[in-house]
């Protein structure tokens, strides 16, 4: 997949191993404001961690339909966005992000995924996108309002903290027939 041009100062492409070291750097800067929200932070303590991380996101084979697009802005790494448990026999997908505390509130995540719904709904033929976001996180929720995502329900208990506690997610959705290209 080619990257993808969103603003004259941003862009999203392929991750690449080459990008441990950037994202390594930017988690390690941001413990406690990333940690708030992303349960792999504290598991991340190397680059060699988030090397792993991409190893295993590079292996999975193209047809299931999950990749992982490092966000650069300027050439630096910002951050990732992705298509994650894609159901192909179902047609349905989830976008999953996360924005250094630096880059937020330039609308990098809203044009981010809203190239993502293309490629999901145009390219690979979803019919179904969902994004999850923990209740509290509203810079994070946000971002499906803002795409005209529509809120389906709290799913109790959906994601588990390193600390063993867990967060309840916001569930939010958007049909290919309700895409505004």
Known sequence: MNPIQIDDR????????????????????????????????????????????????????????????????????AGTIGLKSTDRSNLKTEIGYWLGEQYQGRGIISKSARALCNIAFNMLGMNRIQICCAIGN?????????????????????ERKADDTYHDIEVYSLLKSEFDK
């Open 138 to 158: 509203s810079k994070s929720s946000n971002i499906p309002k803002r795409l005209g995502f529509i809120y389906e329900g709290t799913e109790r208990d959906g």
């Open 10 to 77: 941003t862009m999203l492409r392929r991750i690449r191993l080459s990008d441990a070291e950037g994202m390594y750097k930017l988690i390690d800067s941001q413990r406690d404001y990333l940690g708030r929200w992303l349960p792999f932070i504290p598991f991340t303590q190397s680059a060699d961690d988030s090397r792993a991380f991409i190893e295993s996101v590079l292996a999975e084979p193209e047809e299931n339909g999950n990749f992982v697009f490092a966000i650069l802005v300027d050439g630096e790494f």
